[in-house]
């Protein structure tokens, strides 16, 4: 079974983590990685750095261009991770744009992905239609899950569409905005993360953007799997180091 | 069924989609379900054509340029869009887009811009119709356009800087496109070229294409054919060359002639050549030809013409390109400047140096004598007087 998917069966609300592979220096990927999982996060995201990402706000977008700065390739990243599942057992997504992997080849993404032991993709400008009838098949060949967004504003009806093809968990956006932007959520978003879990969908939903310390990620996994935390992490790692990546996961678990 | 018009699902061959964040899917589901049928009705039209009369001053002239035809002994008609209210060519597409907005009940504004010139023509039709606007502009063009910037403000828009990135168009366009995922019931983007997620470049392509119906209905007076035998016209993001060569798509007896900046030189470095430099690749939602490294990432062109330093081009120029139904030439820095002073002093016309660009090709390839040449003339050159000042030393 696909590591995703079995985290997703565990009896407990998961923390996710994403950074910026690349960030802050070229080669804090692989400890980065180590570090998360020694500390007992549940999954981690590996952003493949963008020079244009439309769905982040500033803090990722800056840590991207730092790390494509530092050298970080789609190329150097798979070099990076030759050797990860010798060190940890966590599952591992990428998530980037799609731009990249277009450039480096779909397929040969892929197959990357599948030998460095990669277990899905969140792709934020791969829309549905376009996987459905392009890439699904790729995708599978290699194992790996795609992971699908869904924002306040999507209709019951493409949620639906959305949970049918997916096969891990569903990626809530909390709110109607690019990453890294808000501080704490109000009765608009508990509402909204209460009708998503009264839809009873097949798959477990993970809450992204906007969740940064203790009280967001209890609120975001009151009625939903998991959360994931991007931007707070990052700015985190650049104030403190990577050395302390022990005590920011404490702080949320504890 | 035509070989160039957007399919269905988005696409000019290969080229097009929307390849969008779910965040900006319902908005731009919004739109793409209902723009044909809001575009078609007729009271949509009445109101637009009304205003392309009396306000932006439609029909512009196709005007024959009887001292560059005898200098390049060709017949050179010039389709005067620099005569537009705004200076250019980009009030008919926001003239339009405003209508839509209102019509879908939206009260916010928001745009990109490079140059400032589609800033500006936002900026009008937003004090024109009464509605807020915001205008995102890179902090560098911000410095570099000035005046452009003070217009906006005069007419009542915000203009907020794009601080990412490189801090020039594509960066503006990356927050104007973060401002409609973080608003997203209230908020219209008018975007400002043909390029973006479908259905923009479909529709601006549409709100342009008043430039060759004229064209066509001009040239039957002057000339008795409604058909040129070319069609010149600048691209940088494409909207006056999808204009001008929109209604002759299809008739492959008229030659389209897209030009685009080469800056420095196309194997210089700094260039904006996309169509030579360009790989097939994503930016803005849309499948198309991109400037980019070998690793996917977004490059900046330069181009000594604000309004031509796009990294992509719009998804139907990229078919054009891709088909061979366009010929695409590339004009140096300084031959469009030259360009640009001799259509000045030969026609007394100060041409947009955008515009310039397109002059140069009069120089760069052969007519014949019998040969009806369009270019179009998208813009005047007044917001560029500090640029022509500097580069000639007047």
Same mark, same amino acid.
């Given at each position: =079974? ?17 950074? #910026? ?7 804090? #990927? ?12 549940? @999954? ?44 940890? !057992?966590?599952?591992?997504?990428? @998530?980037?744009?799609?731009?990249? =992997? ?33 890439? !699904? ?22 949620? @639906? ?10 990626? @809530? ?16 978003? #508990? ?64 | ?38 575009? &078609?009705?007729?009271?949509? /039209? ?18 024959? &340029? ?54 500006? &023509? ?9 509605? /807020? ?8 063009? +911000? ?66 294409? +008043? ?32 204009? &001008? ?7 492959? /007896? ?10 420095? *030189? ?30 996917? /990432? ?5 181009? +000594? ?66 040969? +009806? ?7 005047? *050159? ?13």
């Amino acid at each position: =079974m696909n590591r995703i998917n079995q985290k997703l069966q565990e009896n407990k609300k998961l923390l996710s983590i994403y950074f #910026t592979a690349g960030y802050p220096n070229l080669n804090d #990927t692989i400890p980065t990685i180590e570090a998360l999982e020694k500390s007992g996060v549940d @999954m981690i995201e590996i952003g493949l750095p963008f020079s244009d990402p439309l769905a982040d706000g500033p803090t990722i977008q800056e840590s991207s261009t730092q790390a494509i700065e530092n050298g970080m390739t789609t190329k150097l990243l798979f070099e990076q991770l030759k050797e990860v599942r010798n060190s940890v !057992q966590i599952p591992l997504i990428i @998530m980037g744009y799609f731009n990249p =992997m277009m450039q480096f080849g779909v397929e040969n993404f892929c197959q990357k992905c599948q030998e460095v032991g990669i277990d899905g993709l969140i792709i934020p400008d791969l829309p549905l239609e376009e996987y459905l009838s392009e890439y !699904q098949a790729i995708f599978e060949k290699y194992n790996l899950k795609n992971v699908f967004l869904i924002t306040p504003q999507t209709s019951n009806e493409r949620i @639906m569409e959305i949970d049918a093809v997916s096969d891990s968990f569903i990626y @809530m956006v909390s709110t109607a905005a690019v990453t890294g932007g808000q501080a704490g959520f109000g009765t608009e978003q #508990t509402a909204y993360f209460e009708r998503i879990a009264s839809l009873n969908l097949k798959n477990p939903q993970i809450i992204g953007f906007g969740i940064s310390d203790k009280e967001t990620f209890t609120q975001a996994t009151l009625h939903q799997k998991g959360a994931i935390i991007g931007s707070a992490f990052i700015k985190y790692i650049t104030q403190n180091s990577i050395a302390k990546i022990g005590e920011f996961v404490e702080k949320i678990r504890a | 069924m035509s070989q160039f018009n957007v399919s269905e699902k988005g696409f000019y061959g290969k080229f097009g989609g929307a390849f969008i964040p779910e965040m900006l899917y319902p908005n731009v589901e919004e739109l793409r379900t209902q723009y044909l049928s809001i575009i &078609a009705e007729p009271s949509f /039209q009445e109101e637009y054509m009304y205003l392309l009369e009396q306000y932006v001053g439609r029909p512009t002239p196709l005007y024959y &340029a009887k001292r560059l035809s005898e200098k390049y002994n060709t017949k050179v008609y010039l389709k005067r869009e620099d005569l537009c209210h705004t200076g250019a060519h980009k009030v008919n597409n926001t003239i339009g887009q405003i209508i839509l907005a209102k019509r879908l009940g939206k009260t916010r504004i928001i745009a990109e811009t490079g140059a400032g010139q589609h800033g500006v &023509a936002t900026a009008t039709v937003c004090a024109l119709m009464g509605l /807020q606007c915001i205008v995102y502009m890179g902090e560098v063009d +911000i410095e570099r356009q000035a005046p452009n910037v003070a217009r906006m403000k005069m007419l009542g828009a915000e203009v907020r800087p794009a601080t990412s990135g490189s801090k020039t168009l594509k960066d503006a366009t990356n927050e104007a496109i973060r401002d409609w995922i973080n608003n997203p019931t209230d908020t219209f983007y008018i975007i400002g070229s043909v390029v973006g997620p479908h259905p923009y470049p479909d529709m601006v392509a549409k709100f342009q294409s +008043i430039i060759s119906k004229e064209i066509k209905s001009q040239l039957l007076t002057h000339e008795g054919t409604e058909y040129p035998d070319y069609v010149i016209a600048c691209v940088g993001g494409g909207s006056n060359a999808a204009g &001008a060569f929109y209604e002759f798509l299809d008739d492959e /007896q008229v030659g389209l002639i897209a030009v685009e900046a080469a800056g420095h *030189g196309v194997d210089s470095g700094e260039s904006a050549a996309t169509s030579v430099l360009g790989k097939i690749g994503i930016i803005h939602g849309s499948r198309t030809l991109l400037m980019q490294t070998e690793d996917g /990432q977004i490059t900046e062109p330069y181009s +000594i013409s604000a309004g031509l330093d796009y990294p992509g081009v719009g998804p139907l120029h990229a078919h054009l390109c891709d088909t061979g139904r366009a010929e695409f030439i590339s004009i140096t820095d300084e031959d469009a400047m030259n360009s640009g002073l001799e259509i000045s002093k030969m026609e007394g016309i100060i041409p947009a140096i955008e515009t310039a660009h397109a002059f140069a090709v009069l120089d760069k390839k052969q007519f014949k004598p019998t040969d +009806i040449v369009v270019i179009n003339l998208s813009g005047r *050159g007044d917001k560029d007087l500090n640029t022509y000042i500097n580069y000639f030393g007047f």
